[in-house]
């Protein structure tokens, strides 16, 4: 493959998900229609064929809330898509595109034509989000566009890139691997998580030797579905004292993180970090320790069954309603309840309320080491 056709294959933009573009470069590099892929750009292949098949209707609260966002800096926004019509058409309504082009036939550039001329744009005043080198970044640049490549969303992502590499070693394999050689592109980092990605008009980590944009930065793990919530109430939390806060998707992804870690759960991986830390707090099933760039906050509901008897549930539920005024004005911002009802299914969810409330208000600063008022804890 020569030069010249490898380069359709670089995209002028990598991030790890659509969040992480930088749009607002985008604006002001010209750029005033943003076309985005569905399938695993915005939600996840399987969950929208199952939700489509089953009549569930798409929602997309997270993606919705990109959009508005585009709209306001004054963006027009499309889908362009190999799905159906029918799942283009839910999804365009979900997010609030303007418009969208469903049965695309990407790599074709026909679509990408479509939108220039609805808009009355040229291809340099368009920019497309999408999760395929083969699909979305050579339609994309065939077309003349700027090309912004994300990784696959969903967690069928991981094992239908498998699928597709077995099934197109030709295609896909050889193309990344020619392009690493060249010096080209990069999908995966090696030395530094997060060395790979770039804005437009950058060039990725590895080949400048500029640190990973993610050193000095703190990433949360989330180790089970009960504490999802408050780990994005404290990546949200942290974001507002001007440090970047990210969730990462994989375990694997914590260790090579240059910055600082957080791992909020109860599962094996949590329990595991949690010996390699200085667990400084354990109180009715909560722990909280840090050492170093590790952080680890961990719920225990079973300890509550031990704890007083038997009574260990409504031990906690009293020392809840007793602490949570002391963080009202975090609670009442982030949603949180102020009192205690009893479900055992939702004890756990209380549990990590508290915890991360706690970890802020007396920990974090010190942990970022960063300058706070850090109280003593009881």
């Not at 607002?24 to 076309?35: A, F, P, Q």
């Not at 970047?244 to 957080?262: D, M, Q, T, W, Y």
């Not at 094996?268 to 680890?296: S, T």
Request: aromatic content about 10%; overall charge positive; charged content about 30%.
């Amino acid at each position: 493959m020569t030069t010249e056709e490898l380069k359709l294959y670089v995209p002028d933009v990598y991030q790890k998900d659509i969040f992480n573009i930088d749009y607002k470069r985008l604006w002001e590099h010209g750029v005033r229609v943003v076309s985005f892929d569905l399938d695993k750009t915005v939600g996840s292949f399987i969950a929208n064929k199952v939700k489509i098949r089953a009549g569930i209707k798409l929602s997309y609260p997270e993606a919705k809330k990109l959009v508005d966002g585009l709209h306001e800096i004054g963006f027009k926004v499309a889908i362009i898509t190999n799905a159906k019509s029918k799942q283009a058409k839910q999804s365009a309504e979900a997010i609030g595109a303007d418009c969208f082009y469903a049965k695309a036939d990407k790599p074709s550039d026909k679509c990408f034509k479509k939108v220039m001329k609805e808009y009355k744009i040229n291809p340099s005043q368009m920019a497309h989000v999408g999760d395929s080198l083969t699909k979305d970044v050579v339609g994309g640049n065939g077309a003349g566009v700027i090309t912004c490549k994300v990784k696959g969303k969903g967690k069928d992502a991981k094992a239908e890139r498998a699928l597709k590499w077995v099934a197109h070693v030709e295609s896909h394999h050889r193309i990344r691997e020619e392009l690493a050689k060249n010096g080209m592109w990069r999908e995966h980092h090696k030395k530094a998580y997060g060395d790979q990605y770039y804005q437009l008009c950058e060039k990725p980590g590895y080949l400048t030797g500029k640190p990973s944009p993610d050193e000095g930065s703190v990433a949360i793990f989330v180790d089970g579905k009960s504490p999802k919530k408050s780990a994005e109430n404290l990546r949200d939390y942290i974001s507002a004292l001007g440090v970047r806060a990210i969730i990462l998707e994989n375990k694997e992804e914590v260790e090579p993180f240059p910055g600082k870690v957080i791992v909020i759960g109860h599962h094996d991986f949590a329990r595991e970090e949690l010996k390699k830390v200085h667990c400084f707090y354990e109180k009715y099933g909560m722990f909280i320790g840090f050492r170093d760039n590790l952080c680890v906050l961990m719920a225990s509901r079973s300890a509550l069954s031990s704890e007083n008897g038997g009574e260990g549930h409504r031990a906690f539920g009293k020392y809840y309603n007793e602490t949570l005024p002391g963080f009202s004005d975090i609670a009442e911002k982030y949603g949180i309840p102020m009192t205690y009802e009893h479900n055992e299914k939702s004890t756990r969810r209380y549990q990590y309320d508290l915890i991360w409330l706690k970890f802020v208000k007396h920990s974090l600063a010190l942990f970022l080491d960063i300058e706070g008022e850090e109280d003593e804890e009881e």
